[in-house]
């Protein structure tokens, strides 16, 4: 495990290969470099994982110390990797599902400007999220979380020209530094406080300096919730996802499933002591959580574009991983992180081979009857759709979702056990909604198959994972994070299955309903008051970004235009403007003249005397 270094070594390689060729390789050479390097790194991550698994490092953790970062007045941090059941399950979900979709992009991306680049952002992208998760301090994990917002910045806006994606860009940019602010100023307060960023030696601290409910605690969690919620597009940071999809196809499912999004639910399991310092905020995350899941569920359920469905469907799943930090299912958490990456990866690069063979259309009621012409892309969309519904016993979804259902129960918080089967039936119809619309009825468009082996393979590999195969990998998760309350599990559970199954079938056959055939009843819905005024503000995402333009966008701009002649400055520059005018006036009295001269002596010891006689009366 001594190379550990070489997972995020290969694809920072690959990044300055590529950025410094300034798009001058082929297209092929491009590939080889930015998928190999990530395939080089994957390939690494299965030699690490396998020998974790086959010769544990003493008490389940190793480190590996690359050097010293600064040294400033007792402040010391280190480049310091940390790998053990945690860490070693994101760094085979980062790097296997990155190395697949990079394999895919290779395919999808063929003959559009900036290839090289954009397999250099993608690069940086892997290795940074490699830091995050792999730091061994909050300073060194802050590193790379600033990489992944720099990345996703770079890559939403790939398609630079269209001004519209480069405002999709800046908002994500905004919006997650917005997080970014909160989470440093959580790091400030936990320096301040423990004298350290090492997450170890924190967790060890905290409960020695502050007491359950501490204040400082309190604060300190609040603001790393803030950053997690930022960076995962939870409530109430959540408006720069949807607008993400402006990116390559390719680069959604890196955000996605492989990166990014994840980054909060990592930051809230890894430092889970000190969220059990802090009940208040712990529960805050459960409430967070439940609330998304259930209007992004809303919101996907009459979008038209097929990936902003995709994208609320993420927002709704990362609110369930949020929902089982809340109550305590830490592994549960971890679980579902890892099969959604699975199923949503999936999802996403079917989208994108449905987009190619449709010319780049998005809309799903100008697709229709695909299912026939695009099968690999059919299948792909109906397995990972089942697994996102969590379709029953057959599914990778349905294990780790149900863990969270069962954790919820079994903690007695019911009412985020019901906002999560209240999701379940919502992600079900808007899934196959989007399935049934796109792959059936009257065909609207022509579309032709994708072939090549960096097509399928990535697609058929995610297909067998988002299975029932896929759950049959286990996080090894045992002694990293707490135990559960509902570990045991017992034949309430088996009950709650049966729930959760019947309720995701339920939605599917509604969806059914609705959607196949006609479309009689829902068009009569959607052409009622009620219908149009719903669909509206669901369409709108229940109105988040009006109400923030109005709040804090308009207040900005108005606050730009009244300063721009910026007033403050102006004073400033106030004294030496009345020293330039005094000195241009005193120029103007030297005029060569010497009976002008003689009448200034004259006047200036009349007013001397003038001043004297004045004063000594």
């Known amino acids: 495990m001594n190379f550990l270094f070489l997972t995020f070594l290969f694809p920072l390689l690959g990044f300055c290969l590529l950025a410094f060729s300034r798009g001058r390789f082929s297209e092929n050479l491009s590939a080889l470099i930015g998928v190999g390097s990530v395939g080089l790194s994957a390939l690494t991550s299965a030699v690490i994982i396998w020998q974790f698994n086959t010769n544990p490092p003493a008490g389940g953790v190793y480190t590996q110390l690359l050097w010293q970062w600064m040294s400033v007045d007792g402040f010391a941090p280190n480049f310091t990797l940390y790998l053990d059941g945690l860490s070693l399950t994101m760094l085979g979900v980062v790097t296997g599902v990155g190395f697949l979709i990079h394999l895919f992009a290779s395919w999808y991306m063929r003959g559009e400007a900036g290839y ?53 860009a800046l908002k994500a940019f905004i919006v997650t530094r917005i997080g970014d602010v909160f989470m440093a100023i959580g790091l400030f307060i936990l320096f301040q406080q423990l004298g350290t960023l090492n997450i170890q030696e924190l967790l060890i601290l905290a409960p020695q300096k502050f007491a359950i409910g501490d204040f400082w605690i309190e604060l300190a969690t609040l603001m790393l919730l803030g950053g997690a919620v930022g960076k995962s597009a939870q409530l109430p940071l959540q408006t720069w996802l949807a607008d993400a999809m402006a990116g390559p196809t390719p680069v959604s499912a890196l955000i996605h499933a492989a990166t990014m999004v994840t980054a909060g639910v990592y930051l809230i399991a890894r430092t889970n002591g000190l969220f059990l310092l802090a009940p208040d905020i712990h529960q805050l995350v459960g409430i967070v959580g439940a609330a998304t899941l259930v209007l992004a569920g809303f919101a996907a359920l009459v979008q038209t574009d097929i ?8 927002m709704s799943q990362i609110g369930y991983m949020f929902l089982a930090l809340g109550v305590g299912a830490w592994d549960g958490a971890i679980f579902h992180l890892m099969t959604h990456a699975f199923f949503k990866a999936l999802l996403f690069l079917a989208s994108g081979a449905v987009i190619v063979a449709c010319h780049h259309e998005q809309n799903i009621f100008k697709m229709g009857g695909l299912w026939k012409k695009l099968p690999l892309a059919y299948t792909s969309f109906i397995v990972g759709g089942a697994a996102l519904s969590a379709l029953p016993l057959v599914t990778a979804g349905f294990y780790s979702k149900d863990e969270i259902l069962w954790e919820a129960f079994a903690s007695g918080h019911q009412n985020l056990l019901i906002a999560g089967l209240v999701g379940a039936f919502m992600t079900s119809l808007y ?45 090894p ?63 709108a995402a229940w109105g988040f970004d009006w109400i923030y333009d109005k709040l804090f966008v308009k207040p900005y701009l108005l606050v730009c235009r009244l300063l721009a002649r910026d007033p403050l400055n102006s004073t400033m520059t106030l004294l030496p403007t009345l020293v330039r005018k005094a000195h241009h006036l005193l120029v103007r009295t030297q005029t060569g003249n010497i009976r002008w001269y003689a009448y200034s002596m004259v006047a200036g010891a009349v007013l001397l005397l003038g001043t004297a006689l004045l004063t000594t009366v």
């Open 116 to 168: 090289s680049r954009f397999f250099a952002y993608t690069n940086l992208f892997i290795a940074s999220m490699l830091f995050l998760v792999l730091g061994d301090n909050l300073l060194f994990l802050y590193f790379g979380w600033e990489g992944v917002g720099l990345c996703s910045y770079l890559l939403i806006g790939f398609y630079y020209s269209n001004r519209n994606n480069g405002n999709a």
């Open 307 to 314: 990936k902003r469905i995709l994208a609320y469907s993420t």
């Open 431 to 475: 899934t196959f909604r989007l399935i049934f619309i796109t792959f059936h009825g009257e065909a609207k468009s022509e579309a032709h198959a994708g072939h090549g082996i960096s097509y399928w393979l990535p697609l058929s590999v995610l297909i067998v994972l988002s299975t029932f195969i896929g759950a049959l990998i286990t996080p």
């Open 477 to 539: 998760l045992a002694g990293v994070l707490p135990q559960s309350v509902g570990h045991a599990g017992g034949g309430a559970q088996h009950q709650l299955e049966l729930i959760s199954g019947g309720i995701a079938l339920a939605g599917i056959l509604l969806a059914a309903l609705l959607y196949l055939g006609k479309r009689r009843v829902v068009t009569a819905i959607a052409s009622s008051a009620p219908g149009r005024l719903l669909s509206t503000w669901w369409f």
